[in-house]
């Protein structure tokens, strides 16, 4: 029999709800998946075995009798340790937080389980999960499956490692500022940002999120094909009323011409070779698919860019700064000093004037999209980092930020951004970000098959 781990999500929920395999043969193939590859990449830093067992059965007596266990039915998923689950702590790679037990899901787990998904384990991410790297003090360090030289990204990168390593079908992550889209840049899989009130999210444990997490930070899905994505993206979209931010807008709008905007050095950043060729690639397949590409110059990033650290420190400098001491992790400490330096703190008109500017942008990029309803724009400048770069020295902490301007400028108008893995370069993956207007993940999507139809083979990888 196939291993089952090696599955798209589509194909094991259709053998399992036709009764090929049981829900149960997938989850101890995946357990067992789990067992054998995690211990080399530590993407996976909590999961009950048991319990995982339990739900599959759960799916397989509905099937059983007749019901409909939904469109993940049996589809092993993981969740970021960040996000709320009945009966785990919510750590958010913290010690301060490792006995923070949620006693409700967050929205998003709870429409995984609605919709049959089958939660394998908690994935691991950075202290705070702010970084494009994946090492706290708690948990400890994920590596790449891919390469452990090279960052798995974050702050997603333990739910990029586990999927690239086929430690479930699908991976939950957030990103405020690229932690969805650059993990599954950096493991050579596929990841959705979705438009801001797409996917309801809302952590019962925790006090509200500040002003700049409400109108810049999503949950999404990590997967290895874009169908999956798809797939993931609707049953996470489902009504729950506790996020006041959602909206239920359809997963399909109207019918938009094929033609893209090829947007290779964004306010003139800079673009390695490598991550060029690919951008060029890309367009080249979507051309041989009868889309239309034009190069063009995007609108505003890097002000957003600006903005989007501004009102995010803005606010952790009230409360955060006493936690970030208490925790003592390194890293966290390292980063948020560069943050703040590069950051000013500002005063109140500063901070209203930033939120009054975010319609201005946000109109930039609608009437943009009238032009081109989907962008071809870089994920990073660079290829993935070399493993811990960024807490090397100040210096190259500016440079990973400067590399990394279309992860951190886009999240301030709350646009969806997908990442599409296009190939390696020798090892190392690459791929290409799109871009597209309010609640169009349908023109990512659409875009993003015809791109993954020419690229690497979705196969899981066998840690390095």
């Not at 339990?54 to 340790?81: C, N, S």
């Not at 975010?358 to 400048?381: D, H, K, L, N, Y």
């Amino acid at each position: 029999m196939t291993d089952l781990w090696r599955l798209a999500a589509t194909d094991l929920a259709h053998r399992i709800r036709s009764k090929q395999v049981s829900a149960t043969e997938a989850a101890r193939d995946a357990l067992a998946r789990l067992d054998a590859v995690n211990p080399r990449i530590n993407a996976v830093v909590d999961h009950r075995p048991e319990e995982v067992l339990a739900q599959a059965g759960a799916i397989d007596a509905a099937i059983a009798r007749g019901d409909d266990p939904g469109p993940l039915a049996g589809v092993p998923v993981t969740i970021k340790v960040n996000v709320d689950q009945a009966g785990f702590a919510t750590t958010n790679g913290l010690r301060l937080q490792q006995d923070l037990m949620a006693t409700a899901d967050n929205p998003v787990v709870a429409n995984l389980r609605k919709a049959g998904a089958v939660l394998l384990g908690r994935t691991n991410t950075p202290a705070f999960s702010l970084r494009w790297f994946t090492r706290n003090s708690l948990h400890g360090h994920t590596k790449n499956p891919r390469d452990p030289s090279i960052t798995p990204g974050g702050s997603s990168g333990g739910a990029a490692a586990a999927v690239a390593a086929g430690i479930g079908a699908i991976g939950h992550g957030t990103d405020i500022g690229g932690s969805v889209r650059y993990p599954a840049y950096a493991c050579g899989v596929h990841g959705i940002r979705p438009t801001l009130g797409r996917i309801p999210a809302w952590n019962p444990s925790s006090a509200e999120r500040h002003i700049g997490g409400q109108v810049m930070a999503v949950s999404g899905p990590i997967a290895r094909t874009i169908n999956d994505l798809r797939v993931a993206l609707a049953a996470m979209s489902a009504r729950d009323i506790r996020d006041p931010w959602w909206v239920g807008a359809p997963l399909e709008g109207p019918p938009a011409p094929k033609r893209a905007a090829l947007c290779i050095r964004p306010e003139g950043m800079e673009v390695q070779p490598a991550v060029e060729a690919a951008l060029r690639d890309a367009a080249k397949r979507l051309e041989a698919a009868g889309w239309r590409v034009e190069e063009a110059e995007t609108p505003p990033l890097r002000e957003p860019a600006a903005l989007q650290a501004m009102l995010w420190l803005a606010e952790s400098r009230r409360g955060l700064n006493a936690a970030l001491h208490k925790e003592a992790d390194p890293d966290a400490t390292f980063v948020f000093a560069q943050m703040e330096e590069l950051c000013p703190q500002p005063d109140l008109n500063a901070f209203m004037d930033a939120l009054q500017k975010r319609s201005f942008f946000v109109r930039q990029w609608m009437e943009f999209f009238e032009r081109f309803p989907v962008a071809i724009t870089p994920v990073s400048g660079e290829l993935p980092f070399r493993d811990q770069e960024d807490v090397e020295s100040p210096a190259a902490f500016r440079r990973i930020m400067e590399a990394q301007l279309t992860q951190v400028g886009l999240p301030l108008m709350g646009l969806p951004g997908l990442t599409v893995t296009t190939g390696l370069v020798g090892r190392v993956p690459v791929g290409v970000q799109l871009v597209a207007g309010r609640y169009r993940e349908d023109l990512l999507l659409a875009a993003g098959t015809v791109i993954e139809a020419a690229g690497v083979p979705p196969s899981p990888v066998d840690p390095a």
